[in-house]
């Protein structure tokens, strides 16, 4: 069963995904960002560049993009460097525009889908060359078994690259109580990233502060919504546009007033050292999957396509299919150690 926290998430993102890849929206994010996926996030074209150059991705490695929405930026990646991508996320709903999206990109036997929770994916340890998420750590709790996930599935020397949003450093508690509602809705964190992403068992941990692209890219979301305001009121509600618009003033004040931040941080999976957590009982997760009615069969060759999440398209057939694939291939799946 997904906890809360995860099952308020589907709810929220869900939304978003069924609006994200229609006009006028994909418009914006083209505006704002320079991408056209269906973004839910802040990372530009630029970003996503500096990414692909920071996980040093070659053609036929192989790339987790955690969190991954409707498939900004993994898809790209894998467009860009001619790497194979699993994109793994809670709401089918941006799977599914991501899973489209690959097809219309030619990338259909490069990226597959699969529904999982940020601290337990359900995928072979250690298969990959690099794991990338965007915006994802500030709207989940669990921050450090996330990070130590992301260790787990890299081989050796593996590389990490991940945007988020904090709060600044040094800030007393009235200020930090401000940043926390200026940003994400999970954006405290327990310690700052170097140590979580040191305590979670990565080396050469390196933090690049993109809070002034950020600032330009709430402001320019901001504008970029008065400017379509009637149709985006279309799409939710006089209510929701309100509020959106609201939170996005906030927000950029909060930016503007030194307390919010976003960075990239890099890192690498150390090349000694233990390896990733219990095999035997990730094979159980494994098992598990194998042989359900909705995936793929998973198979331990080396095969990045592990598992497609699939459904028919339509809303008439999307319940039963659709809630299978949620309870038997994410949600619903413990991989302990994993
Ligand atoms: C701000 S969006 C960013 C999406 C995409 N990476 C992008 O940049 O457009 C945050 C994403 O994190 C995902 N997320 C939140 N909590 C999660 C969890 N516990 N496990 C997996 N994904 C989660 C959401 O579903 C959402 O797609």
Redo the contacts with the bound molecule.
């Keep these: 069963m997904p906890t809360r ?2 099952a308020e ?2 709810e929220r ?1 869900t939304d978003r ?1 069924r609006r994200c890849c229609g006009e006028p929206v994909l418009a914006m994010e083209h505006e704002v960002l320079g991408s056209d ?7 530009t074209r630029a970003q996503a560049d500096d990414l692909a150059a920071h996980l040093r991705l070659r053609p036929d490695d192989r790339l987790a ?6 498939g ?2 993994g898809l790209y990646l894998a467009a860009k460097t001619g790497c194979r991508v699993v994109a ?4 089918f709903a ?1 799977l599914r525009r991501a899973r489209a999206r690959a097809r219309d990109d030619g990338l259909a036997g490069r990226a597959a889908f699969l529904v ?4 337990r994916q359900p995928l072979r340890p250690g298969a990959f060359d690099g794991v990338v ?4 750590m ?3 709790g ?1 921050k450090l078994s ?1 990070l130590r996930a992301c260790r787990r599935l890299l081989r050796p020397g593996g590389r990490l690259a991940f945007t988020t949003i904090h709060a600044a450093p040094g800030l007393d508690a009235r200020q930090r109580r401000r940043a926390h509602r200026a940003g ?1 809705v999970d954006v405290a964190t327990r310690a700052d990233y170097p140590t979580l992403i040191d305590r979670a068992g990565f080396t050469d941990i390196a933090q690049i502060d993109v809070t002034r692209d950020y600032a330009a890219t709430q402001r320019a979301w901001y504008e970029a919504n008065e400017r379509r305001a009637d149709a985006i009121r279309g799409l939710t509600s006089d209510a929701e546009f309100a509020r959106a618009q609201a939170d996005r003033r906030r927000t950029a004040d909060a930016i503007a007033a030194g307390i919010l931040r976003r960075s990239l941080f890099t890192a690498v999976r150390p090349r000694q050292g233990p390896t990733t957590g219990s095999r035997g009982e990730c094979s159980r997760g494994l098992d598990q999957l194998r042989g359900t009615a909705a995936g793929e069969p998973l198979d331990d060759a080396d095969e990045v396509r592990v598992f497609e999440a699939r459904d028919e398209e339509g809303p008439a057939v999307r319940p039963p299919l659709v809630g299978a694939d949620l309870v038997s291939l994410g949600l619903g799946v413990r991989t302990a150690g994993c």
Excluded: N, Q
């Design positions: 926290a995860e998430i589907v993102f995904y996926y269906g973004s839910t996030g802040y990372t993009d955690i969190g991954a929405g409707a900004w930026p793994t996320d809670l709401p941006g999982a929770t940020g601290p998420h965007t915006d994802v500030c709207c989940l669990p996330v994400p």
